[in-house]
């Protein structure tokens, strides 16, 4: 019997549609509706000239090849940072369970450096600016972000610390008996949501004028709410919580989520600093002409 606090998990089949032998999860779905959402999204702010300044715009075109870049560095960085961050162990035991993609298993912070890793290689490729290509990615990360924590309630995982005594703790079927923080909607508002509204709200006021910027924000934005999240959030067993540390307030202590967050703030605060500077602008020819950043975009140009 559950405890008088706890809600009911609401039982929803994991397999959204399914078509004879053929399943499409809603795990899946999440990723392509975030990868659409983000692609359509894409598109509408480089159609706004307005946005750039004398920053180079990637075309419709390049963003429809960008979608095809991006899907790939996710899924093969979310997969292999998984492996490496958080089940090396079990993984160098039996290594064909790595391409066991559909088993589960994914990282949030392995897919993001195999996003940026995508969107260098392009933005080199076509001669794009890379802080503002990142800048535009990270304008339309939070939509992926929002639809895949859903999905992680959805499936059931991923869930809460123990809170016996919230009222809208939740017993999730694979959770034990004790009710649960929903920590998957809290990370869906927090990492999905308010990060969208925030890094929407920046876009309109600074463009992509400023190529970096956005970009730190973002990634500031993200390692700030998955910490906070990370406080209601049950560690992945494997690991526990790390170093021993111990936080009474909180019931726990340090996370792997919570550490892989810190070079994160780092990175974020010199790409911030970076573009207010102006280091990262296009810089005009001598006869005074604007022209558009290096290719590399990765260096003062």
């Known amino acids: 019997m559950p405890p008088l606090l706890a809600l009911p ?7 959204a549609v399914a078509i004879g032998p053929l399943q499409i999860k809603w795990y899946a779905l999440a990723y392509i509706v975030g990868l659409v959402g983000g692609w359509f999204y894409a598109k ?9 300044g004398a920053v180079r715009r990637p075309t419709p075109l390049d963003i429809d090849d960008l979608i095809v870049w991006v899907a790939l ?39 993001f450096l195999g996003a940026v890793l995508a969107l260098v290689l392009f ?17 339309v990360v939070p939509i992926g972000l929002f639809f895949g924590r859903i999905a992680n309630f959805v499936n059931g995982e991923l869930w809460g610390r123990p809170a016996p ?16 923080h929903p920590s998957q909607l809290y990370e869906a508002v927090a990492e999905g949501l308010v990060l969208f509204v925030l890094m929407a709200l920046a876009v309109r006021r600074v463009g992509f004028r400023r190529p970096g910027l956005l970009g730190g924000l973002f990634v ?40 892989l967050c810190v070079p994160m703030v780092i990175v974020g ?9 102006g280091d990262t602008r ?7 002409n604007a022209v558009e950043a290096e290719s590399s975009g990765m260096t003062s140009t």
């Open 73 to 111: 560095g996710v899924v093969l960085g979310g997969r292999i940072g998984y492996v490496l961050f958080y089940n090396l162990a079990a993984y160098l035991s039996h290594p064909a369970e790595i391409l066991a993609i559909w088993r589960g298993g994914m990282s949030f912070h392995g897919g």
């Open 123 to 139: 933005s080199r490729r076509r001669g794009l600016n890379t802080y503002a290509m990142l800048d535009l990615a990270a304008v």
């Open 220 to 259: 500031v934005g993200y390692a700030v709410a998955r910490t906070t999240c990370e406080f209601f959030r049950e560690p992945d067993p494997q690991l526990g919580f790390l170093f021993g540390t111990h936080v009474e307030a909180f019931g726990g202590g340090i996370t792997m989520g919570m550490l």
């Open 165 to 180: 005594d919230f009222p809208y703790a939740i017993v999730f079927p694979n959770g034990g008996p004790l009710p649960r």
């Open 9 to 15: 998990f609401p039982a929803i089949d994991p397999v």
């Open 269 to 277: 605060a010199i790409f911030i600093v970076r573009a207010l500077r």
């Open 44 to 52: 509408r702010l480089v159609s706004t000239p307005s946005l750039w």
């Open 282 to 288: 296009p810089r005009p020819r001598l006869d005074g």
